[in-house]
């Protein structure tokens, strides 16, 4: 049994090392700033592809090229791949601190998108976070953000920094659901748009962040895992949230306009 | 309605900030772009969207309430209310009957008679 646990740590191990390689080369050498958004919009299928683009153009100028951040991410994840290569750390801790590094990184994205001013024009219809996401979602993660506190008496600072990390991530969804919007005002249905799928996009995303790390914090912890029902319970909770929170949250990709939307960028070409 | 109603709010203008949210509250709620009981963004939110001040929000909510146009229920924030078009449609009456003694008034201070601006008029609308 000894053996066979031995065997299965080591092969989670060399699956996150290869795993954050190639996060961390991805995030130095692939699409930097605002083009995997642009890629995204792609796929949106609109008759004036020429307004989107645009909006698009207006939007990037308007958040920047945040490509410091994507190196900085680049970096710690070669790291965390080179700790858990070494074997030096205990892996689930590793697994906790690169959830904790990805709040920070997180923070310091939603920091920068806050600063930006400049905004003259605003929707007058009531905008409510459960529109971007339901909160129901918001709860399920938050749910399983907690349930790492199962392995508190297993490993108490790696549990610890888990949850904090989770629940600091579910928190910076939940704000960024609330950003205000960034239309300028030189094509404002069209700009609503691309801020309102952008805005999805990127709390589905954070909510699917928040979950994925729990799930690998608790396969490496298996042995104590199956020692009691209520941590196999909360494994199994949060695999489950993990893989079914991209199609409870509407998918990840951008949709296209709604016929009410269309029929504003009809009625509004500012 | 012509899809989601905007109000956008020019820095530069003479028109201070406050009046042209008022304003175009206002007309919004007079084209049937907001209709009665429509729920309209926060004071917080309208105000951080268009980076303003939330004073400037405020006051321009507190003028559309004064008017009878909203009412703000605290917490719940502030809806457009039922008799809001009755309201807006009477308000747009009298600035029409307004602007027209303006007009007649003026003209008739050139010598104009009332028939002569009655036909100009009918004349400018039908070619128009």
């Known amino acids: 049994m000894g053996d066979y646990l031995a065997t299965l740590l080591n092969v989670l191990r060399w699956f996150l090392v290869g795993l954050w390689t190639v996060a961390g080369a991805w995030s130095l050498c692939g699409p930097v700033g605002f083009s995997w958004i642009r890629d995204g919009f792609a796929r949106v299928q609109v008759a004036d592809r020429a307004r989107l683009d645009r ?90 953000g907690l349930c790492p ?33 960034l239309v300028r005002g030189d094509d404002v249905a069209v700009e609503s748009f691309v801020d309102d799928r952008l805005r ?10 928040a979950t994925t790390p729990g799930v690998f914090f608790f396969l490496l912890n298996f042995e104590s895992m199956y020692a ?24 990840f990709g951008p949709r296209g306009p709604s016929a009410e939307e269309l029929r504003a960028w009809a009625g509004d070409a500012r | ?49 268009l980076g303003v001040a939330p004073n400037t929000v405020a006051r321009a909510y507190a003028d559309l309430q004064a008017e009878g146009l909203i009412v703000s229920d605290g917490r719940r924030g502030s809806r457009v209310t039922e008799r809001s078009h009755t309201i807006a449609a009477r308000a747009r009456g009298q600035a029409l009957r307004e602007a027209a003694q303006r ?26």
């Open chain 1, 200 to 209: 999805h996009q990127r709390v589905a995303a954070i909510l699917q962040l």
């Open chain 2, 1 to 49: 309605m012509r899809g989601e109603p905007y109000v956008m709010v020019d820095p530069d203008a003479e028109t201070p900030p406050y009046q042209q949210i008022f304003e175009q509250l206002r007309v919004a709620i007079e084209r049937r772009a907001l209709e009665p009981g429509d729920a309209l963004p926060t004071v917080r939110q309208l105000a951080s969207d």
């Open chain 2, 103 to 128: 007009f007649v008034g003026s003209l008739s201070q050139r010598g104009y008679t009332r028939s002569e601006i009655g036909a100009a008029l009918r004349r400018f609308i039908a070619e128009s």
């Open chain 1, 55 to 144: 909006a698009l153009e207006l939007r990037e100028r308007l958040e920047g090229s945040p490509a410091w951040l994507g190196r900085a991410l680049g970096v710690l994840s070669l790291a965390a791949a080179a700790v858990a290569a070494s074997n030096r750390v205990a892996i689930d801790l590793l697994v906790a601190m690169t959830t904790l590094a990805t709040a920070v990184f997180l923070a310091a994205a939603y920091s920068r998108l806050r600063q930006i001013r400049g905004m003259r024009a605003a929707s007058l219809k009531a905008r409510v976070r459960s529109a971007v996401v339901p909160r129901s979602l918001f709860a399920v993660v938050t749910a399983t």
């Open chain 1, 228 to 251: 009691s029902p209520w941590r196999l319970a909360a494994f199994c909770f949060t695999s489950v949230a993990s893989c079914v929170i991209p199609f409870l949250a509407g998918g």
């Open chain 1, 149 to 181: 506190l199962f392995f508190l008496s297993v490993s108490a600072f790696a549990a610890t920094v888990m949850v904090a990390a989770s629940l600091s991530i579910v928190l910076l969804a939940w704000m960024i659901a609330d950003l205000p919007a």
